[in-house]
Structures are given as structure tokens and as C-alpha cells.
């Protein structure tokens, strides 16, 4: 298998779209295209991408095309040429313009080359666009984002808002273990600690409480120290159906900030407390 990448420019959509016409008849006929805003998605493909990478072509012979300048999911030049690309594979011009709207594509072709119409995916798993967010399974932003070399996802305290999110990218990658932190400065991850600005958001965090190690990447949690022992318990309710730490406070879901004054009243953060426990098995969401 031999991948042909466009090395010279990065995230030029012109000069993309250039390479991709005069590599294609190297890998064609195509097998499949598949092209995001975000290229976290990537992930949860079976392929090899960079960091960046927004579109890949693949043939049938097994060789692919990776590119940096062609993406969709909005009117401009990069989805633009992505659509070129599609009519000059054999699309018709509307059905690409419509197309190059969505956060994700997935475009399957027949042994001659010839697109499957009623094959086409439209979705995005990841997405940080806020016209997408509804299709999406976790929205990317500055309490949900991705260190995409070391496939480590981070939230910060997704109790609030997020917790949906991180239920679904649980799901998604079948968690094996999971370990935690109670306490002040947090070893976690190595005492990773993001660079936020913002005061009131960072002052009650200690690092990285919690790990999900799981199939597909890491998932890495920062909780407010006077909620961690709460929202880690609840988490590891919804991985196991079993709570970890048998206190009343679990019982009560952070749905507002009411009852958030509430877990910090409750909950129980004097002691350090860290553990990394196997997990035998995991169920899906039932919320999603």
C-alpha cells in the first residue's frame, strides 16, 4: 500500500486539489472518499492519518491520497474543491455542492469506479462547528478537545455540560481501565494541567482525575476537586452499572448549579485517594 501525500503546501485547497488530479490515476479506480471538517474523526477510521489531514481517497488497489486542503462542512474554498473533485469523479453539481455542506462524508464507489449514491454517510462523530453540533456525538471546544498525536481526549469538568459527550465517547472506545485521583496535584497523565485563562474555570482544578484507557483512544478527565469523588463515582456507575464509592451524594445527578453547591457540601475530598482498576466488561449508553 503506498499513501501519496501533498507535502509541500499544507491546507491549500488549490494546490490540492491540483496533487489530487495529477495522483489519481495511481490509486483509481476509487473505492472510497472519505472527507471532515475535523480531522479527529480519523480516529475511528481504520486509517493512518497525520494530524491535519482532512480528506483521504482510497483505491481499490489499496493506495490512498491524503490531503490537508479539502474538507467540507461550510461554503468555502476547501469544501469547494472537495466538490470539484466529486463532480470530476462523476458527481452530479448539485448533489457535491449539497454534499460539501456536511460535517462528514463518506462516499463509497463500485469496482468500475462509479459512486453508490445510496451508500453516502453524513456525519461527523466529532465536530466543533456550532451548525453541526446536533449531529454530532461530542463537540469539540475549550473544555472538550483532543491531543491528537498521543490520541488522548480531554474534558473539563463535562458534569456541567458535556457529560452526554462524554458518555458517548465512553461508548465509543469500550473502556479497559479506568483509573482515578482524589485530592490535590493530581499525577495523572503525568501532572498534565491545560493552559486556561479563565480564573473562576481553573482555580478548583488539580490536574487530570480521572483515565479511561479504551480501544480506540484515551480519555483523560479534569473535575473540580469538590465534585471529583461525586462525578467519578456517577461515571463509573454508568460504565459498570456499579458505583464505585457507596455514599448518598452519587444519587444526585449534576444538573444544576444548585445541586453542584450541593456535591461540594457532600462530597468527600479531604483524603488523597488513587486506584487503576481492570475493567471486565462495559454497556452501552443508554441515554444516546
Not at 183 to 211: A, C, M, Q, R, W
Amino acid at each position: 500500500m503506498e499513501i501519496l501525500k501533498n507535502t509541500k503546501t499544507y491546507g491549500n485547497s488549490f494546490y490540492d486539489k491540483k496533487f489530487f488530479f495529477e495522483n489519481v490515476n495511481f490509486i483509481k479506480p476509487i473505492k472510497k472518499i472519505t472527507v471532515f471538517f475535523d480531522y479527529e474523526n480519523f480516529l475511528l477510521t481504520s486509517y493512518e492519518t497525520d494530524r491535519g489531514t482532512t480528506f483521504v481517497a482510497e483505491g481499490w488497489n489499496g493506495d490512498q491520497i491524503h490531503l490537508t486542503g479539502l474538507n467540507c462542512g461550510y461554503g468555502g474554498t476547501g469544501p469547494n474543491k472537495m466538490a470539484d473533485v466529486l463532480i470530476s469523479l462523476g458527481m452530479e453539481k448539485e448533489m457535491a455542492y449539497d454534499l460539501m455542506y456536511y460535517p462528514g462524508l463518506e462516499i463509497p464507489f463500485d469496482k468500475k469506479g462509479i459512486i453508490i449514491k445510496e451508500n453516502i454517510k453524513k456525519k461527523a462523530y466529532f465536530s466543533s462547528q456550532g451548525e453541526h453540533l446536533n449531529k454530532c456525538k461530542v463537540h469539540l471546544n475549550d473544555l472538550v478537545y483532543f491531543n491528537y498525536l498521543e490520541k488522548k481526549l480531554y474534558f473539563i469538568n463535562p458534569q456541567y455540560k458535556y457529560i452526554r459527550d462524554l458518555y458517548n465517547a465512553i461508548d465509543e472506545i469500550n473502556p479497559t481501565y479506568f483509573q482515578y485521583y482524589v485530592g490535590d496535584n493530581s499525577t495523572l497523565d503525568n501532572g498534565y494541567f491545560p493552559n486556561i485563562l479563565d480564573y473562576d474555570l481553573k482555580k478548583h482544578l488539580t490536574g487530570v482525575n480521572l483515565i479511561l484507557i479504551g480501544e480506540k483512544f484515551q480519555i483523560n478527565i479534569l473535575i473540580d476537586k469538590n465534585l471529583a469523588r461525586t462525578v467519578i463515582n456517577m461515571i463509573y456507575c454508568y460504565i459498570t452499572g456499579e458505583p464505585l464509592f457507596d455514599d448518598l451524594d452519587f444519587f444526585k445527578k449534576p444538573e444544576s448549579r444548585i445541586k453542584s453547591y450541593l456535591f461540594q457540601i457532600l462530597d468527600k475530598n479531604e483524603c488523597h485517594e488513587q486506584r487503576k482498576i481492570k475493567l471486565n466488561h462495559s454497556r452501552k449508553s443508554r441515554y444516546v
